[in-house]
């Protein structure tokens, strides 16, 4: 996971977390995917800031310049997919070595991998004893049968099944469930309804993106003490399918629900999470001391859900921990009250009326003072002229108040 980049608007800013590829190499999209993507940064940056919307997403006449250098960056970055692990293009790989299935890949120079990507297959081969990562993405696999990981079920640490057409009813026993020493375990962008778990109490991270997930039971990850990482956006998850659903890690840092259908903010998550994204969703109110019980919590988004001031008790927000708030797209009539160490608050696109300084500096002094930066507001029923005259005390170190 990655801090937000601060400068950009924020439908910029969401491509290029999204598009990121790392240094070591990336894996291409279709190119249906790919021209669709173009088409829709083309469209942000060439409308941007002109249009009724995306006004709400301008910056300053200064940052026009850079339309033609950041559409040329984000062009290149729309043929990656990001992946969160050091992937190799085959033409980089070398020969294969013996110790590997006909279908696939295994680079002498790196024999404990063995790259299946890409080939269209329909079902995972039979996995040889050795291998420890298994590359399986992009292909147009329906079924996981049952024998294909038993030389691996102790040695097999990254398995890779991104872009496929696998369901739950597809996948045998005594596959998935003997991995016993799984860290990373990638299966977005599949037909899965529940989720599919290894036993390994070594799982480090978990992508279960782009799927039909209406439910994560409770206690299904209560053993995995050592889990980082969970990405769950874009499937159907609701407040009741997770109730209870992520109390097992201890060690969790970052939890991305977005684009589900949760009514409120997951319950039960561990005190050790650093970032909570719930964009996208039908949240309406925040539990009175939510964010009380979190106090590693530093990244919070909860922008484009139903959020109003009756949904909102007071302090809620006002815990020192945050760094960076996006409460954008919401129906706030109002500023919630904040601690002075945020940094970075996102407003825009709510139906705020009134500037209340109080929401940022209780009383302003020589150490008493907000340490936001960043704080946007465009797109509500204020402006410039609604900032009371003490704001520049308190809000003395913002680069960037942004209005209509």
Same mark, same amino acid.
């Given at each position: 996971?990655?801090?937000?980049?601060?400068?950009?608007?924020?439908?910029?800013?969401?491509?290029?977390?999204?598009?990121?590829?790392?240094?070591?190499?990336?894996? #291409?999209?279709?190119?249906?995917?790919?021209?669709?993507?173009?088409?829709?940064?083309?469209?942000?940056?060439?409308?941007?800031?002109?249009?009724?919307?995306?006004?709400?997403?301008?910056?300053?006449?200064?940052?026009?310049?850079?339309?033609?250098?950041?559409? @040329?960056?984000?062009?290149?970055?729309?043929?990656?997919?990001?992946?969160?692990?050091?992937?190799?293009?085959?033409?980089?790989?070398? #020969?294969?070595?013996?110790?590997?299935?006909?279908?696939?890949?295994?680079?002498?120079?790196?024999?404990?991998?063995?790259?299946?990507?890409?080939?269209?297959?329909?079902?995972?081969?039979?996995?040889?004893?050795?291998?420890?990562?298994?590359?399986? =993405?992009?292909?147009?696999?329906?079924?996981?049968?049952?024998?294909?990981?038993?030389?691996?079920?102790?040695?097999?640490?990254?398995?890779?099944?991104?872009?496929? =057409?696998?369901?739950? !009813?597809?996948?045998?026993?005594?596959? &998935?469930?003997?991995?016993? @020493?799984?860290?990373?375990?990638?299966?977005?962008?599949?037909?899965? &309804?529940?989720?599919?778990?290894?036993?390994?109490?070594?799982?480090?991270?978990?992508?279960?993106?782009?799927?039909?997930?209406?439910?994560?039971? !409770?206690?299904?990850?209560?053993?995995?003490?050592?889990?980082?990482?969970?990405?769950?956006?874009?499937?159907?998850?609701?407040?009741?399918?997770?109730?209870?659903?992520?109390?097992?890690?201890?060690?969790?840092?970052?939890?991305?629900?977005?684009?589900?259908?949760?009514?409120?903010? #997951?319950?039960?998550v561990p005190n050790s999470?650093?970032?909570?994204?719930?964009?996208?969703?039908?949240?309406?109110?925040?539990?009175?001391?939510?964010?009380?019980?979190?106090?590693?919590?530093?990244?919070?988004?909860?922008?484009?859900?139903?959020?109003?001031?009756?949904?909102?008790?007071?302090?809620?927000?006002?815990?020192?921990?945050?760094?960076?708030?996006?409460?954008?797209?919401?129906?706030?009539?109002?500023?919630?009250?904040?601690?002075? =160490?945020?940094?970075?608050?996102?407003? =825009?696109?709510?139906?705020?009326?009134?500037?209340?300084?109080?929401?940022?500096?209780?009383?302003?002094?020589?150490?008493?003072?907000?340490?936001?930066?960043?704080?946007?507001?465009?797109?509500?029923?204020?402006?410039?002229?609604?900032?009371?005259?003490?704001?520049?005390?308190c809000l003395r170190q913002?680069?960037?108040?942004?209005?209509?």
């Amino acid at each position: 996971m990655h801090a937000p980049a601060k400068r950009l608007p924020k439908a910029l800013r969401s491509s290029v977390l999204l598009l990121e590829c790392p240094h070591h190499g990336c894996r #291409p999209t279709s190119p249906q995917q790919a021209r669709l993507l173009v088409l829709e940064l083309h469209t942000v940056l060439t409308s941007w800031p002109s249009t009724p919307y995306t006004r709400k997403e301008r910056n300053t006449e200064a940052m026009f310049p850079l339309r033609l250098p950041i559409f @040329a960056v984000l062009i290149t970055l729309s043929l990656c997919q990001y992946y969160d692990y050091d992937y190799q293009p085959i033409s980089m790989l070398g #020969p294969s070595g013996p110790n590997c299935n006909q279908e696939c890949n295994c680079p002498i120079a790196f024999p404990s991998a063995m790259y299946c990507d890409s080939r269209k297959l329909k079902f995972v081969p039979i996995v040889p004893t050795g291998i420890k990562y298994l590359y399986l =993405q992009n292909n147009q696999l329906e079924e996981i049968k049952a024998g294909v990981f038993d030389n691996v079920t102790d040695t097999l640490r990254w398995l890779i099944l991104d872009n496929n =057409q696998i369901t739950n !009813a597809k996948i045998a026993k005594g596959t &998935i469930d003997k991995l016993t @020493a799984l860290e990373k375990l990638f299966f977005s962008f599949n037909n899965l &309804i529940e989720p599919v778990l290894p036993p390994s109490k070594v799982l480090e991270e978990l992508r279960m993106m782009n799927n039909k997930l209406s439910k994560f039971p !409770a206690g299904v990850l209560s053993d995995k003490e050592n889990l980082t990482s969970i990405h769950l956006q874009y499937n159907e998850l609701t407040s009741d399918g997770v109730t209870g659903a992520f109390k097992g890690p201890k060690r969790l840092l970052s939890l991305d629900v977005s684009h589900n259908k949760l009514k409120k903010l #997951p319950a039960g998550v561990p005190n050790s999470l650093g970032m909570l994204y719930a964009d996208y969703n039908a949240i309406e109110s925040i539990g009175a001391g939510y964010l009380n019980k979190l106090p590693a919590l530093q990244y919070l988004r909860i922008s484009h859900n139903k959020l109003s001031d009756a949904g909102i008790p007071a302090g809620v927000f006002n815990v020192t921990s945050l760094v960076e708030l996006d409460l954008s797209f919401n129906k706030l009539q109002s500023i919630p009250e904040v601690s002075e =160490q945020l940094e970075q608050l996102y407003l =825009q696109a709510n139906e705020i009326n009134k500037f209340d300084l109080s929401s940022f500096c209780k009383f302003t002094g020589p150490l008493n003072y907000s340490r936001l930066k960043h704080l946007r507001l465009d797109g509500n029923n204020i402006t410039r002229e609604s900032m009371p005259p003490d704001a520049v005390n308190c809000l003395r170190q913002a680069v960037e108040i942004m209005f209509e």
